[in-house]
């Protein structure tokens, strides 16, 4: 059986899969927005300890097991003890659930990407409205970005009650990713190995591209000193702490299943200590890279926001009082304000509840996460560039990359257990089981192109998988050291590498992490306790605005 499984060709490539995997939309649209919401350069903090007791140790294990028992994820615990053959089910069930919704993400990006290449970009401007008078009500209230978003990509609908229609164009978009996924998967490691290549490494040559324009433009300095800027008070946030632990624990997909089919194709003798430090290493470093170029691009945005606004203000001051232009300038405004307050104070106090609140702090620290950044706040600052079809497209390729790349592991956890069962391989090539699993997970996700898609879209990224996961990996944790025994884990993994296992491994295995993810486990129970409803944000076309509904 074990000469007869496929092998990665190298090393290397084993590697760029598991970096393809971690490496997801997670490092550019979450991360970012918790160093945002929990103090800047401080969030480094717990999130390096994090990766020291959590990430590393639970990256490991899993490698390690799938290394050791050659077999997917229900096979490698069912060959541990019988009784866990759930917790393989369990992995497979939960990215199954993850395929279903998650490729809906790369069908908007190529939305985005098929767009990108118009001039102007279509979500730069407003429409027109029927009768061509004037910009449309609803897109002159919002902004251009998210009224492309909200009504152009999805037609979103008030509510998740009103399901409304399949969108046809969200809908082939999205047949034409699971296309992709089917011709990256065909052939397992055969053609997989083959495409980690451009999935692992072509999103940093996109990165590193928008790193040197972001530094370039004007107002990115702002972005990243509002970045690198601690606020230590931070610190004692027990959710800064917690959210630490979960983005390191989620970021390297634990739990899934995909690192152990991943390793299950590696030579017995594969150092696999080795690479779970380089990919969560690797991994944690892109994090904080991405957010370097998104604070830059954060920066710009803000500060063209706020001048902007500043703009405003002194043409509504020129115009108001009759100043002579260029007479209010940005640097003396508050003086001339200050001045008119005192000389007409009662025509002051008419313009001044047309004037708005100009701050670039206010600007900077908004906070904006998910696909709301993804494809709102990085349009809107795309579309004030120069060459902005230029930009888009590399980077909405980039998210496309970023988002095969994770889809190719989480398939490989869902198809790896089936081709090794002998019931279903010897009746169906691999061929034919990937097109099946590709189909239903199609035609499933075809619900999220519908009109209230976007909140079934939500329901299932914020509640579909969390538990789940955090019970499965410590399961998994707590069966390899106390079921298992430690002990006969390291005689194993001497055997097979010839390497000791050293104490940081086993006090992490041992107490450490499956501390942490009862506490992780708790908290979160709690939190779905104490929330009575689950909660989605909602786009109310006629007050213009998004609003919190509970289902």
């Known amino acids: 059986m074990e000469k007869a499984r496929p092998l990665w060709d190298n090393p290397l490539q084993f590697v760029f899969a598991c970096i393809s995997y971690a490496v997801g939309l997670g490092n550019v649209w979450r991360f970012p927005y918790l160093c945002q919401m929990y103090g800047g350069g401080s969030f480094l903090v717990p999130y390096l300890i994090m990766l020291i007791v959590e990430g590393m140790p639970l990256l490991y294990l899993e490698l390690a097991v799938g290394q050791r028992m050659r ?17 393989g089910v369990a992995s497979v069930v939960v990215s199954f659930f993850l395929s279903m919704y998650y490729n809906v993400i790369n069908a908007w990006g190529f939305w985005y990407l098929f767009h990108s290449f118009q001039d102007p970009l279509p979500w730069s401007v407003c429409p027109l409205n029927g009768n061509r008078t004037g910009y449309d009500e609803e897109c002159e209230a919002a902004s251009s ?7 152009k990509t999805l037609n979103i609908s008030p509510s998740i009650q009103e399901n409304g229609v399949v969108q046809w164009e969200p809908a082939l978009c999205l047949i034409l990713a699971w296309l992709l996924v089917y011709l990256c998967i065909l052939r397992g490691t055969e053609s997989t190995g083959k495409v980690v290549y451009f999935t692992a490494s072509l999103p940093y040559c996109v990165l590193f591209i928008y790193l040197i324009r972001g530094l370039t433009l004007h107002g990115a300095t702002n972005g990243l000193a ?36 991943f390793a299950s194709y590696n030579e017995p003798s594969n150092n696999c200590q080795k690479h779970a430090i380089i990919v969560s290493l690797i991994n944690s470093s892109t994090s904080i890279f991405a957010s370097i170029v998104t604070f830059s691009i954060y920066g710009f945005k803000a500060t063209f926001n706020y001048e902007t606004c500043l703009n405003k203000v002194i043409l509504l001051l020129t115009n108001s009082f009759d100043l002579e232009d260029g007479f209010v300038t940005a640097s003396n405004l508050e003086q001339v304000k200050g001045y008119l307050a ?5 025509k002051y106090s008419e313009v001044f509840l047309q004037m708005k609140n100009c701050s670039l702090e206010s600007e900077l620290s908004t906070a904006v996460q998910g696909t709301g950044l993804a494809f709102i706040v990085y349009s809107e600052a795309i579309k004030n560039m120069e060459v902005s079809q230029l930009w888009s497209v590399l980077y909405f390729f980039m998210l496309l990359m970023l988002g ?10 869902i198809l790896t257990p089936l081709t090794d069962s002998k019931v279903i391989s010897s009746r169906l090539p691999k061929e034919a089981i990937s097109g099946l699993l590709c189909l239903v997970s199609c035609a499933i996700g075809m619900v999220f192109t519908m009109e209230s898609g976007n909140y079934w879209f939500d329901i299932f990224n914020d509640y579909a998988a969390t538990l789940s996961l955090l019970l499965i990996v410590l399961v998994e944790t707590l069966a390899v050291c106390y079921l298992y025994g430690l002990r006969r884990f390291e005689s194993d993994l001497k055997a097979m590498t010839g390497r000791t296992l050293n104490w940081y491994w086993k006090i992490m295995w041992a107490g450490v992490s499956p501390l942490l993810i009862i506490s992780l486990f708790v908290f979160y129970l709690s939190d779905y306790i104490l929330s009575e409803a689950l909660q989605y944000q909602a786009w109310d076309a006629s007050q213009l605005l998004h609003v919190s509904l509970l289902t």
Do not use: C, D, H
């Not at 077999?71 to 019988?82: F, H, L, Y």
């Not at 970005?145 to 009504?151: A, G, L, V």
């Open 71 to 87: 077999q997917g994820s229900i096979g490698a615990w069912r060959t541990i003890s019988p009784y866990l053959s759930g917790v």
């Open 145 to 151: 970005t998210q009224y492309f978003w909200y009504r």
């Open 226 to 261: 509002y970045m690198f800027t601690p606020k230590m008070e931070q610190l004692a946030n027990p959710k800064a702490w917690i959210n630490a632990a979960t983005q390191i624990f989620f970021s390297l997909g634990l739990g899934f299943g995909s690192l152990i089919a």
């Open 342 to 346: 005192s000389a007409y104070p009662s």
């Open 404 to 413: 095969m790349g994770s889809m190719l592991g989480n398939t490989a956890a």
